[in-house]
């Protein structure tokens, strides 16, 4: 890696994503379905992840992206569901119940991604608080480690990333009504 290079922080990329995607939601709100793939934002959690592995802090820093990333996602579901433990546990088991059946291939990261949910969500409904908890990361990096292949540690960092960043941007995005300048002033302040 070049020494001009600046390496991205987790925290900067984890609200990069959720924003990209929260965004385009709210932009295609009024049109049919799904806004179309943001190809701009899986390269830019692509060169995120690149950048990390030729530091060699691919793991390390994936994982805080992941945490982070994790953590936001739980907090929109928590306050969108009033604060209710049980909702946000039913919602997630729902919610595994879906992608488990929707991820067929052979290294599907569904199942890691919604174990990762759990633990923040129980660590998140006893003490509402953003990442950094050593305990949570400890709890999520065996699962998530767990998940990287010798080898293919980009590819399987990014699909742990990449639904948790469209589910919380998709959060972010469908809550009440959000607009592009409430989205961005919402990232733009957990970014500091």
Not at 38 to 50: F, G, I, P
Not at 62 to 85: F, H, K, N, P, V
Request: net charge negative.
């Amino acid at each position: 890696m070049p020494e001009t290079a600046i390496r991205p922080e987790p925290r900067g990329t984890a609200f990069s994503l959720i924003r990209a995607t929260a965004l385009d939601l709210a932009a295609h709100r009024d049109g049919e379905g799904q806004p179309p793939a943001n190809w701009e934002m899986y390269d830019s959690l692509t060169a995120a992840l690149k950048c990390w592995h030729a530091a060699d802090c691919l793991r390390e820093d994936s994982l805080l992206l992941t945490e982070w990333l994790a953590c936001e996602l739980i907090a929109y579901l928590y306050q969108q569901l009033g604060q209710d433990r049980d909702r946000l546990e039913a919602w997630l088991r729902d919610h595994g119940d879906q992608v488990s059946q929707a991820q067929q291939h052979a290294h599907p990261a569904g199942p890691t991604t919604v174990e990762i949910m759990s633990v923040v969500a129980e660590d998140f409904a006893a003490r509402p608080a953003g990442p950094g908890s050593q305990t949570r990361l400890l709890r999520i990096a065996a699962p998530y480690l767990l998940y990287l292949r010798e080898g293919q540690e980009v590819e399987d960092a990014r699909e742990v990333a990449l639904p948790l960043a469209l589910w919380a941007g998709q959060q972010l995005g469908g809550a009440d009504g959000p607009r592009r300048r409430r989205i961005k002033s919402c990232t733009d302040t957990r970014t500091r």
